[in-house]
């Protein structure tokens, strides 16, 4: 019997996203469409961007204040963006 390499086409995306770096870039975008409607529209206001680099997501701010209250409740914000994209991609969250 002849062996195949068959694979459907979800899976050699996965791969080819997975080798190319690409997975990295759709988490963040996925996180910042979402960001509003986790944190609601005052926050994002004060939003300057958001960067997200080896499982790490680094939030500038436009506020001191704001910084120190959500640096609080890191580990909540985390487990909420976490739950909105579906899959457990944050694992350290810092404001600045």
Same mark, same amino acid.
Request: cysteine-free; aromatic content about 0%.
């Given at each position: 019997m002849r062996k195949t390499n068959e694979q459907s086409i979800g899976e050699v995306i996965k791969q080819w996203l997975k080798q190319s770096n690409m997975d990295e870039? %759709?988490?963040?975008?996925? %996180?910042n469409a979402s960001w509003e409607k986790i944190m609601g529209s005052d926050i994002h206001k004060l939003t300057e961007r958001i960067v997200y680099r080896k499982r790490v997501l680094t939030v500038y701010l436009r506020s001191a204040p704001l910084r120190e209250e959500l640096y609080m409740a890191r580990t909540k914000i985390a487990d909420m963006i976490n739950k909105e994209v579906g899959v457990k991609v944050i694992d350290e969250l810092v404001f600045r």
């Open positions: 870039k %759709i988490t963040e975008v996925r %996180i």
